[in-house]
């Protein structure tokens, strides 16, 4: 798990060929202007997700984890609290593994938090549970971008 300011981006370019695209499509557009749904960067290897939701407090949090795809998480607006944690500390099973999805939900009680502000992104390889969307006090409407990028 990787969690930084967006101005540092580039220190992260050498883990993945096609993180750069995912970052410049981050970097290169006014994405408080685009409406919610999918965006092809890559085809079949990198998309974005843009997305407007309301947080939720920690307790209706849910551990998702990834195979295929490494996220990037970035705010566009607003602030989020995600949770996050070693795949080995999360030993059982919520809900099986999606192959379509790309999503698996555990369960496990060794963890971290983060605040993730307007200009922070966090990335999430496949080794890394993770829960987004929490609140850091109130629930509020925020918007964000997950660039999904093949591994």
Same mark, same amino acid.
């Given at each position: 798990?990787? &969690? #930084?300011?967006? !101005? ?7 883990? @993945?060929? *096609?993180?750069?695209a995912g970052f410049d499509f981050i970097k290169n557009n006014n994405?408080?202007?685009?409406? *919610? ?5 890559? $085809? #079949? $290897?990198? +998309? ?7 947080t939720k407090q920690k307790e209706l949090k849910r551990w998702e984890v990834h195979r295929k795809y490494i996220d ?15 795949? $080995?500390? &999360? ?6 593994? #999606? ?5 698996? &939900? ?15 992104? !966090?990335? +999430?390889? %496949? @080794?890394?549970?993770? !829960? %987004? ?16 990028? !093949?591994?």
């Open positions: 798990m990787i &969690f #930084d300011e967006i !101005a540092n981006f580039e220190q992260y370019l050498s883990l @993945n060929k *096609d993180l750069k994405l408080e202007t685009f409406k *919610d749904g999918r965006y092809e960067i890559i $085809k #079949d $290897k990198v +998309f974005a997700n843009v997305q407007t939701l309301t990037i998480q970035y705010i566009i607006k607003g602030s989020e609290c995600m949770g996050y944690g070693l795949l $080995k500390d &999360f030993n059982d099973i919520e809900e099986k593994y #999606d192959e379509i999805k790309d999503v698996e &939900f555990l369960k496990g009680n060794k963890f971290n938090y983060i605040n993730v502000e307007k200009g922070n992104f !966090a990335i +999430f390889f %496949p @080794n890394d549970v993770h !829960a %987004p969307m929490l609140s850091i006090e109130d629930d509020i409407e925020i918007k964000k971008v997950i660039v999904k990028v !093949a591994v």
